[in-house]
Structure formats: structure tokens, C-alpha cells
């Protein structure tokens, strides 16, 4: 496992579009889709709320569980562990069908108790133990940009939309995803007073390079998760 740095801000579209300026001299768009694309998340929590509670009163070492994948492409989704200790993180993932996040999303969680991956035998213990469920869905729009020294990517999240989890409505998540994120659904954080989520990651020390184009620039340090924002407004499954 690799631990990395892991900061978000909170910021205006004009501070946003700034940061992208000056970061687009040194910084490449993600070779996914360009730099911008959907992701669409499902996240899962027990029965004690654990994973929300462990977040929302600060807890250093943490976890959360969820499926996402990307611009609406059911053919290639992810079920990820992502641990943190404090601002370090570092993240487990396997690969599931559709045919599996259709079952979650309904909270049948059978297809877990014979597989010999480490994370879903992790996940079984936690369903007999203290039991699973879908907690929350949404999709927002991602722009990123990634600078190789440092391992250094920037992300700008944007349009956060909650999304049905009944299993017929999958399909229309995923058409939704594939439109770009187009919806005439007001923005969820530009009505409770922001725009956009920036994610700063990086490994090791933060180049100085970077750091000096963040410097003088009005970001708000957080530590919102989407999850928990979701969950607290009641954007949840």
C-alpha cells in the first residue's frame, strides 16, 4: 500500500478557473477522457452508521466503502476500501460486474461469502457482523490534472447530483453519466454557498512549483466529504 497526501478546498468558479490558468502551463489533463468526466458513486455503510460517524466526529483513522465508476461505463466499475490517517490516505479496490453492483444496490450482498478476494472477504466479516446496506448515490463532474514529480494531482468536482438506487435505474444513472453530467438540476453546492470541491493529492513533499501557484489564491481548506455532505442533506439512498 502507498499512503498519500490528501487535501480539499472549497472555492468560487472564478478562483477555480484562476487555478486552472496558472496550473496548465506545468500540469497535463488526465489522460482519462481528456481531464473531465462523470463519476458515479455508490457508498455503503453498517447498520451503526460507522464509516459516516467515524468522518463526521473526526475520527484519525477511518474508512469508507464504496462502487464507483466512470461517464455512465457500467462495464468497468470498482468497489474501493479508502482508509485514512488524518490527511494520509490509501486506497484497496476490486473489480465488480454490474450484476454485482445491481445486488448492492437492492442490498444483497450474497455474492461476497465465496470469493477469496482480501477486500470482499473483509466486507463479508463486516455483513456478519454487523451488517450492510446501500447509504448513499450520487454523480458529480471531475476535471483533473496531474504533474508526474510528486505524483501530484489536482481535481476540480462540480455538479454533484444524488442518484436513484433502484435497481431498474441504473441505466438511467448511467445515461445521465454519459451526457456529461448535464442535468437541469441545480447545482447541491452552489446552493449551500460553493461552487466547486478541489482536491489536492501528492506523494511525499508537494512541489514547490505547485505550491507557489496555490499560495495567493482565496481556497478554504476543508474537511467535507461528499459522502457525509450528501448524507447530512438527506441526499441519500
Known sequence: MRYRNELKFILSYQTSERI???IKGVMAPDSHSGGIYTVSNIYVDDMYDTFYNDKHFGKYRRDKYRARYYNGDLSFIRFENKHKDGSLSYK????MTKDELSQMASGDFGFMDKSENPLWQAMNAIQITRGLRPS?????VREAYVYPPGD???TFDSSMRPDSLKIDDLD???EYAKNGGASNNLSIGAAVGFDLIMELKYTGFLPTVIAGMLQDVPIIHTEMSKYCFMRERRFTY
Do not use: D, E, L
Open 172 to 174: 438511467t444513472v448511467s
Open 92 to 95: 484497496n479496490s476490486v473489480i
Open 20 to 22: 486552472k490558468r496558472r
Open 136 to 140: 448513499a448515490a450520487f454523480t458529480y
Open 152 to 154: 501530484v494531482r489536482i
